[in-house]
């Protein structure tokens, strides 16, 4: 198992040093971000049309490269904007996506997918789940804590289809935006919008909501994945016996 673990380590190295480092920044840019956000409350709350285009330009690339979350974007957007932050966040996060889809790409260039194929029962595993890429796509997205730009760089790499990644993106990340674009709106002040309004029992309801929707989802996806690949492992050694 150990030298399984060091000869992934060694083959995607790259990868996962970019995956690392897009799991840690959010965490510190993010608070950056709270920071300047008090700060200049004012100033903001006077912003006009072309500066939350810009603003959300920005926050698109922010969220593509994993400088920040997905989630803290819709929570301030909903906090300045209420529900009009969707007209700009859903186009930001689409534009996200495609960024980060093709950025996964040249990075890894190939290395993780061809290392899950190359052995038996991975093969098998992985090309299974490849013909639920729809459902796998649309289960990780829905998650409230699955990272964005971490699951952008993780598909990618694993060689999803650009025609499915894109509206089972839309499709997952829709919900989870509504609700944190609505616990954004329920903050008395920017500093809460971290945690969100405590008390809002229905928000926590439905992170849980979702939260569950996926793991169920994606556990039956490798469970049935799992079972396809000892099935055809099976089937392979007994056309192999009797040959």
Request: net charge positive; no cysteine; hydrophobic share 50%.
């Amino acid at each position: 198992m150990l030298n399984e673990l060091n000869e992934f380590l060694e083959e995607n190295q790259k990868s996962v040093y970019y995956l690392f480092a897009i799991s840690i920044l959010p965490l510190l840019v993010d608070a950056g971000i709270v920071y300047l956000l008090v700060q200049h409350e004012k100033t903001i709350l006077t912003f006009g049309q072309f500066s939350w285009v810009l603003a959300y330009m920005v926050a698109a690339i922010a969220m593509a490269v994993g400088l920040t979350h997905t989630t803290f974007i819709a929570l301030v957007g909903g906090y300045f904007l209420g529900w009009q932050s969707l007209v700009y966040m859903v186009p930001a996060y689409l534009g996200a996506t495609i960024i980060g889809f093709f950025l996964g790409q040249v990075i890894d260039n190939g290395k993780l997918k061809s290392y899950f194929l190359k052995g038996g029962k991975s093969a098998r595993i992985f090309t299974h789940l490849k013909e639920k890429e729809l459902l796998v796509i649309f289960f990780s997205r829905i998650s409230p804590i699955l990272p964005f730009a971490v699951m952008n760089a993780v598909l990618s790499m694993l060689g999803a289809t650009l025609s499915k990644y894109i509206p089972a993106t839309l499709a997952g990340m829709l919900p989870r935006t509504l609700l944190f674009s609505w616990l954004g709106m329920e903050a008395k002040n920017i500093s809460e919008i971290m945690n969100g309004p405590k008390e809002n029992i229905y928000a926590k309801i439905s992170f849980v909501a979702l939260l569950m929707l996926s793991s169920l989802g994606l556990f039956l996806l490798a469970n049935r994945a799992l079972k396809s690949g000892i099935d055809k492992a099976i089937q392979t050694n007994d056309t192999t016996d009797r040959a």
